[in-house]
Every structure is written in C-alpha cells, then in structure tokens.
C-alpha cells in the first residue's frame, strides 16, 4: 500500500483526490503546520528539502505532485485521467499539468503571499495573476472541467492554487475561472479528499 505523507492545508490534497477517484487506499501520515505555517521538521527526515507530498511505495520514495499523479496513474494501470494518447489533446493536457507548478503558481503566489497578510496586491503581481487567469478561462472552454467532464489530472493539479485565490477573494474578476472551482469542488474525489484529510486552503 501506498503511504502518503500529507501536511495539513496543502498540495497532498491532490494525491488524496487521485487515490479516492482510483479507489484506491493509502496510509496516510499526517503533518500540523507549525506556528509560522511551515512544514515541521518532521516532514525533512522523509524528503531532504521536508517536501509534502510525498509518497513511498515500497523503497520507491517520490515528491513532486505532478510526477505523483503521473505514478499513480501508471501504476494503477489508468487511462481515465488523461486523454487519449496520441491526440492533440493529450499533449496539451501534459502542458497544462506541468505549467501549473512550473508556471502558474509563481505568479499566483506573488497575490496570495500579501494577501494573505491583509496588505494590498501589488499592481504588476495583480496584472499577471490575470494574465495567467485569462489563459486558464480560455483554456476552460466550454467546461466544466478542463478537457469536458471529468476531471483529468491537470485539473486535480490546477485545484490547490485556484483553492489559495479562492480562499483569498482573488477570482472576482474572472467568474469562469470561479465557475471552474465550483465545478472543481463537486468532483466525487475532491470531496472524498478534502472529507478525509481536510480543506486544501487553510481556513479565515
């Protein structure tokens, strides 16, 4: 069996998601923030840089979400949470699941950090969060998920940091990308996650 080493209010969310949807279990070990809403030590004795997630599989041990997801999926021998192989699609679905961490939550930080603290949103991190949300809104087309549906596995990586913008008041210019959330948080997996282990953004 999978174990998950999940920090509270954190990108675990999205294994536990994947896992529920697969119908498969895990054991989960769960990790407080501290104080300054750091990962505790804890967490540096599993993964050198005291990263969450983190899972281990046998002697395997991985970090990194999107290459989590992409395990999961390959060792449970599914094909529903990508799209076919071979389409245009698909390949545009390997950039979207990249760029979320690669990209987008750089830019999204930079609003969230201040906002967080009560303070104002610097314009130019404003002015690219939505750039970038703009993009996102486009790429929803038609909806509600970002490939129909079902959710696939960009969208459970999409999901934590469209939940930290959410949870900050951060999307009211971009209703789609509001919409996207609420579509998002009616997933059977992501109720099923955030039921078992908690919500993704830390609460008001």
């Keep these: ?9 954190s990108r675990a969310t999205r294994v536990l998601w994947l896992l529920a949807d697969l119908g498969e279990p895990c054991h989960r070990v769960d990790y407080q923030r501290t104080e300054n809403f750091r990962a505790p030590e804890a967490l540096s004795r599993v993964h050198p840089l005291g990263k969450s997630p983190v899972i ?26 990508t799209p076919p192989r ?5 390949w545009q679905h390997e950039e979207l699941l990249d760029y979320v961490e690669s990209s987008f939550a750089e830019v ?11 303070k104002p949103v610097p314009a130019e991190a404003q002015a690219a969060l939505n750039s970038h949300l703009n993009f996102i809104g486009r790429t929803i087309g038609t909806g509600p998920m970002l490939f129909g549906e079902r959710a696939m596995l960009a969208d459970i990586q999409m999901s934590y940091v469209i939940a930290l913008l959410a949870r900050l008041d ?31 953004a830390p609460p008001g």
């Design 108 to 118: 999204a930080l930079r609003a969230v950090l201040p906002a967080f603290r009560g």
């Design 86 to 90: 071979g389409t245009p699609e698909f």
């Design 170 to 200: 951060l999307l009211g210019e971009h209703p789609k990308v509001g919409a996207y959330w609420s579509a998002l948080q009616a997933q059977p997996g992501y109720v099923a996650a955030v039921k078992a282990a908690g919500p993704m």
């Design 56 to 81: 281990e599989d046998g002697n395997r041990i991985l970090a990194e979400s999107a290459t989590i997801l992409r395990y999961l999926v390959a060792k449970y021998g599914d094909e529903t949470h």
């Design 1 to 9: 069996m999978i174990t998950l080493h999940a920090l509270h209010y």
